[in-house]
Nanobody, 125 residues
Framework: QVQLMESGGGSVQAGDSLKLSCAAS????????MGWFRQGPGKEREGVAT????????YYVASVRGRFTISQDYAKNTLYLQMIDLKPEDTAMYYC??????????????????WGQGTQVTVSS
């Protein structure tokens, strides 16, 4: 059984930073492809960033590349998303998700079977 719990969301101003965390309760955490996804008001859920098992490869959607950084701490079974220079269009509910195995580890929500409850990020201009 995989349990994921996000934290770290909040309301900030444009240009501010936030760091999201996702605590994973899972056996063999290092064997999972982990990802961050978001869903804004009236929008479909979209992939933001993924990190391959072992952490050697990462993927970012173009709109966040250079501003967001995905990372993880294997000792704590925790996934992070560092977000800087936040923009109003980043406003969304942010979810972490897990998929067992190495391939594929792309940001397609349909590939991920385990999801957290989400944490809200609101960016005002």
């Amino acid at each position: 059984q995989v349990q994921l719990m996000e934290s770290g969301g909040g309301s900030v101003q444009a240009g501010d930073s936030l760091k999201l965390s996702c605590a994973a309760s899972v056996h063999s955490y290092s064997s999972y492809c982990m990802g961050w996804f978001r869903q804004g008001p009236g929008k479909e859920r979209e992939g933001v960033a993924t990190i391959y098992p072992g952490g050697g490869r990462t993927y970012y959607v173009a709109s966040v590349r250079g501003r967001f950084t995905i990372s993880q701490d294997y000792a704590k079974n925790t996934l992070y998303l560092q977000m800087i220079d936040l923009k109003p269009e980043d406003t969304a509910m942010y979810y972490c998700a897990a998929r067992f195995g190495y391939i594929p580890c792309t940001a397609d929500p349909s590939l991920f079977g385990y999801w957290g409850q989400g944490t809200q990020v609101t960016v005002s201009s």
